[in-house]
């Protein structure tokens, strides 16, 4: 069983450019979380999904940032017109339930670097 | 003030010493309490799992919280090079699927 794969690990993008991440949970989960980790911080919750759904986006910036998990296939963190300070190790997370953290998985990451 | 109090460290002990990490935390309504290691360039992976006040032991770590003083700890036995990472304290409120993480403690373990 295969856990939580995100791609690309590495994504470069100039300033203004569009940067797409993609994570495809673990087999059997349905539940998708995005967390962004800045140089010397901790992980910052940004968004929570389930199928076709979005459950909390309270810490998604209001701006330039947009989440999607569709019936089928991966979801998407989409970050439009980046700036420099988008530049973090972002985290996917799945788990089986709603209440799961016991059961979170995290992914290995995508570093984007905005230039 | 922030939400989760961790020192970053960096922390560095000899193999075979114990090693604390700690967390402290002021949002009373917080009720799970997780302890995630994290190596260089990977996802955190989760080592610890409490809900109640008191001791959870898992081989060579137990994980330890006081909610009265809204402090969590981290206890690693005969510790061993590969236990050099990052940990994370990270916690929750009931019903709340988002956690909220501590920055983080850079723990090296020196042979």
């Known amino acids: 069983n295969a856990g939580v794969m995100q791609n690309p690990r590495h994504l470069v993008r100039r300033r203004g450019q569009e940067a797409r991440l993609r994570c495809s949970p673990m087999k059997g989960h349905s539940h998708v979380y995005w967390y962004r980790q800045l140089p010397e911080e901790g992980l910052k919750f940004m968004v929570y999904?389930?199928?076709?759904?979005?459950?909390?986006e309270s810490g998604m910036p209001k701006e330039r940032f947009s989440a999607e998990f569709p019936k089928e296939g991966p979801s998407i963190l989409r970050i439009q017109q980046v700036v420099r300070g988008d530049s973090a190790a972002y985290f996917c997370a799945s788990s089986p339930m709603r209440t799961g953290n016991e059961k979170l998985f995290f992914g290995s990451g995508t570093q984007l670097s905005v230039l | 003030q922030k939400e989760v109090e961790q020192d970053p460290g960096p922390l560095s002990v000899p193999e075979g010493a114990i090693v604390s990490l700690n967390c402290t935390y002021s949002?009373?309504?917080?009720?799970?309490f997780m302890w995630y290691r994290q190596y260089s360039r990977k996802g955190p992976e989760l080592l610890m799992y409490?809900?109640?006040?008191g001791n959870k032991e898992d081989g060579r770590f137990t994980a330890q919280v006081d909610k009265s003083s809204k402090y969590i700890s981290l206890f690693i036995r005969d510790s061993q090079p590969s236990d050099s990472a990052t940990y994370l304290c990270a916690m929750s409120d009931f019903g709340n699927e988002k956690l909220t993480f501590g920055t983080g403690t850079r723990l090296t373990i020196i042979p």
């Open positions: 409490t809900y109640s006040s």
């Open positions: 949002n009373s309504a917080f009720q799970y």
């Open positions: 999904l389930q199928k076709e759904n979005i459950i909390d």
